[in-house]
């Protein structure tokens, strides 16, 4: 990606973030913010277990901090938060960082707020400073895990204790303020993509697809793309997905692309051959580069339980791929229900499954369709809109912190 700098009113930042580096759309959001603020000219360092899976950790701007945690045979579960907080006050001190920015509250911002007392109170007193830790919730950080008994106090302490909070969707927000309490400023700042990298190239589609779904011959029409990504959690409900395209390929020929893995995936591949649609499916596991698989399809595929707000159909939005999606969290504020994609009740299997053959069936209006989506991405949702909201956001937080100086 070509280096941009910032505009001069942004003053660049060395700015440390920390999330899962594995699948989950929180490591996707983090990373992915880490990579556009590095070409915005700031100075990035991933604090995290293990490299970004985005990451290549060549990038310009861009330096990575692997957390080693020591494993004594004493500990029977090795201490990874304060492994944490103390690879966080290091770098924070060696490289000067001006904020913590970490992704998903548990326990990250119990980490950075150990390496922020840490670096406040350290021994030598001319080195003593205030290091700003920023928290963005992703969504079951606060609508699964932290709402669990053993963790809610510990979520509503490292919430309240962060000195900035932002939300990826109006409904967590809500959410948050409602199940912890919280009457601090929460900043809503939705799941963005970069619209460049993910997008429709029809050349590129037109000689990938045939590698997934078959063209039309003389004696029979071509196959419809479904397509569903994500961690194979059961939040996804990923069964429904084969429910779903079960009913689909019996009334138009089709198949479906299962991008991810986690604890479902057997279920979903025993599902898959008692509906006899197994050899219709394509399992392609754990993907890197899905903006390259995305715009293949038709329709997207996004059952879930809930979502706070639901960056896989944004990605798949953003290509001119519509989704078929539930109404539940902030999937509303992205997806408007017959305008840019469509929205059922959780399990309504059999309305999906309607809505998808009719939708398959329609050219046009699936064109028109995935259209709105593409608009929806690029005028709300693109990297260029959302980055200098958290830019903006950045300076609030360092200008209080700087007000708090020791
Ligand atoms: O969906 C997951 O299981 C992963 C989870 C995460 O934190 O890694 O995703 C959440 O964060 C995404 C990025 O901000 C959101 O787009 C997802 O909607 C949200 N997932 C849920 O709320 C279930």
Redesign the pocket.
């Known amino acids: 990606m070509a280096m941009e700098s910032t505009s001069d009113k942004t003053p660049r930042r060395k700015i440390g973030i920390t999330c ?1 580096p594995t699948y ?6 983090a990373t992915e913010l880490g990579i556009e603020l590095a070409a915005r000219g700031h100075e990035v360092h991933f604090i995290t277990s293990s490299l970004p899976f985005r990451l290549s950790g060549r990038e310009t701007n861009i330096h990575y901090h692997e957390v080693d945690v020591y494993h004594y045979p004493l500990f029977e579960h090795p201490p990874y938060d304060l492994a944490l907080a103390t690879r966080m006050a290091e770098v924070a001190e060696f490289y000067e960082l001006d904020l913590l920015h970490v992704h ?1 509250a548990i326990p990250h911002s119990i980490s950075a707020l150990l390496a922020r007392q840490m670096i406040e109170t350290q021994q030598k007193v001319a080195r003593r400073r205030y290091l700003p830790f920023i928290t963005t919730l ?4 606060i ?2 895990v932290g709402q669990d008994h053993s963790y809610l106090p510990i979520t509503q302490f490292g919430i309240a204790q962060s000195d900035g909070v932002t939300a ?1 969707s109006g409904y967590l927000r809500d959410q948050t303020r409602e199940a912890f309490g919280i009457q601090d400023e929460i900043e809503v700042i939705h ?1 963005f993509v970069n619209c460049d990298f993910y997008v429709h190239d029809k050349a590129k589609v037109m000689a990938m697809r045939p590698r997934f779904a078959a063209p039309a011959a003389d004696d029979r029409p071509a196959e419809k793309l479904l397509v569903h990504l ?2 194979f ?1 059961p ?2 409900r990923i069964l429904d997905v084969i429910e779903v395209f079960a009913r689909v390929v019996a009334a138009v020929p089709a198949r479906l692309m299962l991008i991810g893995d986690g604890p479902d995936r057997s279920a979903a591949e025993h599902l898959a051959l008692k509906l006899g649609v197994a050899n219709h499916i394509h399992f392609m596991g754990k993907q890197d580069n899905v903006n390259e698989l995305l715009p293949l399809a038709d329709l997207m595929l996004m059952p ?1 339980e ?7 159909a944004l990605e798949a939005m953003a290509c001119g791929v519509p989704a078929i999606a539930t109404r539940v ?2 999937v509303p504020e992205l997806i408007d229900d017959g305008v840019n994609g469509l929205l059922f009740s959780v399990g309504d299997t059999e309305a999906m499954a309607g809505a998808a053959i009719a939708l398959l069936n329609d050219s046009e209006r699936l064109a028109a369709m995935g259209a709105a989506a593409r608009k929806t991405a690029s005028d709300r949702f693109c990297s260029s809109r959302i980055i200098p909201r958290y830019e903006a956001y950045y300076e609030r937080v360092i200008a209080r912190g700087q007000a708090a100086k020791p």
């Open positions: 899962y989950g759309g929180s490591g996707v959001v998903y992703h969504g079951t950080d609508t699964l990826i799941n994500s961690n959690r939040v996804k879930s809930l979502e706070s707000f639901g960056l896989a969290g902030g």
